[in-house]
């Protein structure tokens, strides 16, 4: 941002600095927002120039370089939007950005930290003494507590949008020759009054951003027809965390995104329910994505993903908090016999998902005083209403669980009930890959994952699972734990990383992903109920150490303090950021509003005009795409100047080669690693992370103490005579799995790609090592061979912009090679040799390692089949 007395100047660049746009920002208006957009795209040069102009016409005497009238204000990563109380306007940017996922080569970034830049002049600012007040409420929404944003990738819609409109088919039209100021807006001007350049004009398809989930959208309202969309930067909050799963060094990343809804929101005690629209308090949607980080491309990698939804009871209703009560009275406030505000939320998620809509309600069926099970007595002879209108196969599921009771039950097991449970979700509702060519299905077929329809050539997910308690906290959050681990198994076996679609606790791939889903849970918790969770996935395990108890104690307490005295505040702050709530002169301050309520009910305002129907409660044209998603097939051609411009280039955004940049600092080795975190330390442990582990196996019990974790791994190394064998199914009293005595069998308490590891002992290591060093490497390296016998070669192979080396490390026994030193110093271990050359073999293997990772997999020679054949007879049969 460069201002002057007259004008903001913002210049956006690209990651690589290479391209320029510049944005006109009038100070001299008190309180309207003039924006002037300059379509041009500017490159360095050009800039340098342009930014010289401006600065020598705005001094104040020619030639004096202290005077200058262009300065530099701050520096920022993007736009938030603009916001207006009772004055001027305010420009909000992003100062401080931190990398959180990564997905597709496309970066995903957390907000740290903003500034608010008051836009108008000092000499025609009219001041208003309310308008501090104004500005504090609205900064008390902390933008760098889990708001999120992308330059390149689209957070409001999941993966599996994302990847189909990027599929979509589309006439590229044709591309025909226009002047740049013809195609420009009127409002939309050159500022600086350039000739009208040729350009060429294309035609792409676009989405809109999911109103719902943007956080932003009436920031960026006023801005948004009138500016190049590549201002526009839509923000999410809520949650998001990646992790590293090593497959035996295969790395494969387990991405979860969360997007709260925009829509009635706000904190636990004041927003229940639903409003007039069908919009549901505390409305998340939690988006696990799993792909091999082998391969960045969404092309050539491979990517799968699973939706759920969690939100209250769509009903009215709502619980008195003036009592003082740690549980207030639930009420009903509005008779609704014919579901109407149901209809409204059900019909938004036929749109987004499709069918079968399944709903899970977990809470109290029998109390002594009648609480939580008002809702349930409501919601279902809803569902039963919009059902009879619903084409049978269409029809919503409703499965009415009481989590509490069983909890407190000792002769049921939870999570037993919950996996039975998120087997038939998934496999009624699927979930998207966008790859289903692995041969390895048709090798070793598995007939639940046939159940779940993908491998009929029905890559995508139809429909979702819809959880509720009252909160939508804890109890929720167990279960949506219990669905994303089922989900996460069908999904890695689709992927190709296991044998069967089976995942048991304890193990370093179950540990990862509940760290993940905790960590989710509980900032959600901390965003809606003011705490973080109080009961977690190892309470309704019954692991959980007595040092929990009190934990949850001052949980359950800080929640009701959160409840009782600091809630209004922040519902008036959420008011304020999303414009549910303009301030103006003419209205009451939001301060003196008694309630919130005529904001978020529209009808209670003024009269609707068109009643929808109460048979036909769904919009039109949903029935004709379902099962699949109505939204999926609605997109817009557009017509764009300068596709150039707008192209992303992943690689340069992700490898960053026009940066010094540390290796130890980047992302990929700073995220969360089951290798390094949770598996353990021991010597001869299987390193496989579906292998279950007894609790003191794990990594992070094995670096607590007084040393450091560098220390306690070298101790372990050292002083580790032999690893304890894991643990079978019938010593885990906690295991969650209900499958067959055939299943057990099978499948034992070790994976079934787990290897045969040999114990070491310290009579025994020696050995060991050299045999294997000897069977691998054909000699004995417990010797070092002499320096003259070393050589290093590398070679290096480049196409398509992959740079692939090669490090060759042979013996001078087997090959004779002429060194010839480089250097004057007979200390030098430099030499100067020849590469060795390749044969037409080798060189056939490497050509058809490249394509393949570009994913062009060469035909099957008879070789190869013969080949494959034994490995399978060898290894299966």
Not at 145 to 168: A, E, I, K, M, V
Not at 753 to 764: A, M, N
Request: net charge negative.
């Amino acid at each position: 941002s460069l201002p002057t007395k007259g004008m903001y100047f913002l210049v956006g660049s690209n990651h690589a600095q290479t391209k320029h746009r510049v944005l006109k920002i009038d100070r001299t208006e008190p309180k309207d927002l003039a924006i002037i957009d300059d379509k041009h795209v500017y490159n360095q040069q050009e800039l340098r120039e342009l930014l010289g102009r401006l600065d020598l016409g705005n001094r104040t005497k020619m030639g004096q370089k202290g005077s200058s009238g262009l300065s530099r204000a701050v520096s920022a990563y993007g736009i938030v939007g603009f916001v207006r109380f009772l004055e001027g306007y305010y420009l909000v940017l992003i100062t401080k950005r931190r990398k959180m996922a990564d997905i597709g080569g496309h970066s995903i970034y957390k907000i740290e930290d903003t500034n608010m830049i008051y836009i108008p002049n000092d000499s025609v600012r009219v001041t208003h003494p309310d308008e501090a007040r104004y500005s504090r409420i609205f900064q008390n929404v902390d933008l760098s507590s889990n708001f999120y944003f992308s330059y390149s990738y689209d957070l409001s819609h999941s993966l599996q949008y994302n990847l189909t409109l990027l599929h979509s088919p589309c006439d590229p039209g044709t591309v025909e020759e226009v002047h740049t100021r013809s195609s420009r807006q009127q409002d939309s001007f050159d500022i600086f009054e350039d000739e009208g350049l040729p350009t060429q004009v294309f035609h792409g398809l676009q989405s809109e951003p999911y109103a719902k989930y943007v956080w932003n959208g009436k920031l960026l309202e006023r801005v948004k027809d009138t500016v190049h969309p590549d201002w526009l930067m839509y923000i999410i909050h809520g949650f998001c965390g990646q992790s590293k799963l090593l497959i035996y060094g295969r790395p494969v990343h387990v991405t979860l995104i969360a997007r709260r809804s925009s829509k009635f929101a706000g904190t636990r005690f004041l927003k229940r329910g639903a409003n007039c629209e069908g919009d549901v308090a505390n409305e998340v949607e939690t988006e696990q994505i799993i792909h091999d980080a082998s391969v960045m491309s969404f092309t050539a990698g491979s990517y799968s993903s699973y939706v759920q939804v969690r939100g209250s009871v769509p009903l009215y209703w709502s619980q008195d908090i003036s009592t003082m009560m740690p549980k207030p009275p639930i009420r009903l406030d509005q008779a609704d016999p014919y579901a109407h505000v149901a209809a409204l939320h059900f019909d938004q998620m036929l749109q987004r998902f499709g069918s079968p809509i399944i709903i899970l309600n977990l809470v109290k069926k029998r109390e002594k005083r009648k609480h939580e099970k008002i809702l349930s007595e409501e919601l279902f002879p809803a569902v039963i209403n919009l059902n009879q209108f619903l084409p049978p196969e269409h029809c919503i599921d409703y499965i009415a669980w009481d989590m509490a009771r069983y909890t407190k039950s000792k002769l049921y097991n939870v999570l037993d009930r919950l996996s039975m449970i998120a087997e038939n979700v998934v496999k009624r509702t699927g979930f998207f890959i966008n790859r289903s060519d692995f041969f390895c299905h048709t090798l070793r077929p598995d007939e639940r994952y046939t159940q779940t329809g993908q491998t009929r050539g029905e890559p995508r997910g139809t429909g979702v699972l819809r959880t509720n308690c009252v909160d939508c906290l804890d109890r929720t959050n167990t279960a949506q734990f219990m669905v994303g681990k089922c989900a996460l198994a069908y999904q890695l076996y689709a992927l190709g990383m296991i044998d069967k679609p089976k995942l048991q606790f304890d193990t370093d791939c179950v540990r990862l992903f509940e760290e993940l889903y905790e960590d989710h849970g509980d900032t959600l918790s901390l965003q809606y109920g003011g705490s973080q969770l109080v009961h977690r996935v190892k309470t309704y395990r019954k692991i959980a150490p007595w040092t929990q108890h009190s934990k949850d104690i001052m949980q359950t307490l800080s929640r009701y303090y959160s409840n009782a005295f600091s809630d209004a505040d922040r519902q008036d702050a959420i008011n304020l950021f999303l414009q549910v709530y303009q301030p103006s002169e003419s209205k009451p301050h939001l301060w003196e509003l008694p309630t919130d309520f005529y904001l978020h009910q529209r009808n209670s305002m003024a009269l609707t005009h068109d009643r929808r129907s109460y048979t036909y409660w769904w919009s039109e044209g949903i029935l004709s795409y379902l099962p699949l998603p109505y939204d999926e097939g609605i997109y817009s051609i557009i017509h764009t100047s300068g596709l150039e411009s707008k192209s992303i280039d992943t690689y340069t955004e992700f490898f960053k080669p026009y940066e010094l940049t540390s290796f130890d600092d980047t992302f990929c080795i700073a995220m969360t690693n089951s290798a390094r975190e949770l598996m353990p330390k021991t010597v001869g442990v299987d390193p496989s992370p579906f292998t279950v582990r007894k609790p003191e196996e794990t990594g992070k019990s094995a670096v607590i103490g007084a040393k450091s974790s560098k220390e306690e791994t070298v101790v372990q190394r050292k002083t580790a005579a032999s690893a304890p064998p894991p643990p079978s199914e019938e010593q885990i009293s906690s295991s969650s799995e209900d499958d067959s005595e055939d299943d057990r069998d099978d499948d034992g308490s070790v994976s079934q790609r787990s290897t045969p590891v040999k114990l070491l002992t310290e009579s025994g290591e020696s050995d060991f090592l050299q045999q294997s060093m000897r069977e691998t490497y054909g000699l004995n390296l417990a010797a070092l061979p002499a320096e003259e016998d070393i050589y290093c070669t590398t070679v290096t192979y480049i196409q398509h912009e992959f740079s692939i080396c090669f490090i060759f490390h042979l013996s001078l026994l087997s090959l004779s090679l002429s060194s010839v030193p480089v250097s004057c110093f007979t200390t030098d271990s430099i030499y100067e040799v020849s590469s060795p050359q390749v044969d037409r073999d080798n060189r056939e293997v490497f050509e058809g390692h490249v394509l393949t990772g570009l994913g062009q997999v060469r035909s099957l020679c008879r070789e190869d089949i013969l080949m494959y054949r034994e490995y399978i007879k060898n290894r299966y049969m």
